[in-house]
């Protein structure tokens, strides 16, 4: 697998800022979780996970967990983005879920697997909490409550890859690339971040002169603005009316798994 990820610059901490900052000051900030699943986990819970969440920073390309070989470290997002990639050969990489400051890695682990056919890889830098397999799944044991919250969290990324497939399948490209611009935005809590076509390439599996087109009808219709390398998204609306229906489903899933209200 060569992917080549394009984000650099992006996301609330950057990577040389956080070299800077003394590790003292990373951890108070990981105190008052930006990560969703952390958030809504019981007071007793997190005091569970509490002494086995490490803060690290998230760097673009790093493989947080390598097809087919044992998961080594959980991962909870704070901020950034990263991807789960399905390969096939000579090259034939696709993204198949996004996981963000919404979710966690390692969800084969909580669903009693040690490992993923997928590759999981940061796209976008950012800060993250991150644990030993054995240490959460100690906490699972000893917490009905935990284990019930990070299942359901596993059925609802299970629904967002059921909800690729579809759109692959069945979504016209532009229509495709709508909904993951939005998806992307979810997860950043940006409006403008870099992406290149080579990189759309991958995570669509397409062609890039099929990502040039697609971008340009966004364009042209007035729902992005393509610079140098990055994209800035003008109508988020716009974007969700011409997925047609391809977003929505597993976000819409995702609130009601979890119990979060609209």
């Keep these: 697998m060569n992917l080549r990820l394009p984000f650099a610059n ?18 108070e900030q990981s105190l008052h979780y930006a ?22 920073m998230l760097e673009t390309r790093e493989v947080l967990e390598a097809a087919h070989e044992p998961i080594r470290r959980v991962y909870f997002p704070e901020d950034g983005l990263v991807s789960v990639v399905a390969t096939l050969p000579r090259g034939r990489d696709m993204e198949v879920g996004i996981i963000g400051r919404d979710g966690m890695t390692g969800t084969a682990f909580v669903q009693h ?8 890889i940061v796209q976008a830098p950012g800060a993250a909490l991150v644990m030993e397999p054995a240490a959460l799944r100690d906490a699972m044991d000893r917490s ?25 399948g069945r979504s016209k490209l532009e ?10 935005q979810d997860r950043l809590d940006t409006d403008r971040f ?16 099929g990502v040039t087109v697609a971008m ?10 393509s610079v140098r390398g990055a994209v800035q998204i003008k109508d988020r609306d716009g ?24």
């Design 10 to 27: 992006v996301g609330k901490t950057t990577i040389k800022q956080a070299a800077e900052a003394p590790l003292e000051d990373l951890i």
């Design 35 to 56: 990560n969703r699943l952390l958030k809504l986990m019981t007071e007793e819970d997190v005091h569970l996970l509490r002494p086995h969440l490490e803060p690290v």
């Design 113 to 120: 697997d040690d490992r993923s056919p997928h590759t999981t």
């Design 144 to 168: 009905p409550t935990l284990t019930a919250l990070l299942h359901r969290y596993a059925r609802a990324l299970t629904m967002q890859i059921a909800s690729t497939a579809l759109a692959n």
């Design 175 to 184: 229509e495709r690339l709508a909904r993951w611009l939005v998806m992307v």
């Design 194 to 209: 870099a992406i290149t076509h080579e990189f759309l390439s991958v995570m669509l599996g397409v062609r890039r002169p």
């Design 216 to 225: 340009h009808i966004l364009e042209g219709k007035g729902l992005i603005r």
């Design 239 to 262: 974007l969700i009316e011409l997925a047609d229906g391809a977003y929505g489903m597993a976000e819409g899933e995702y609130r009601r798994l979890l119990g979060i209200r609209s």
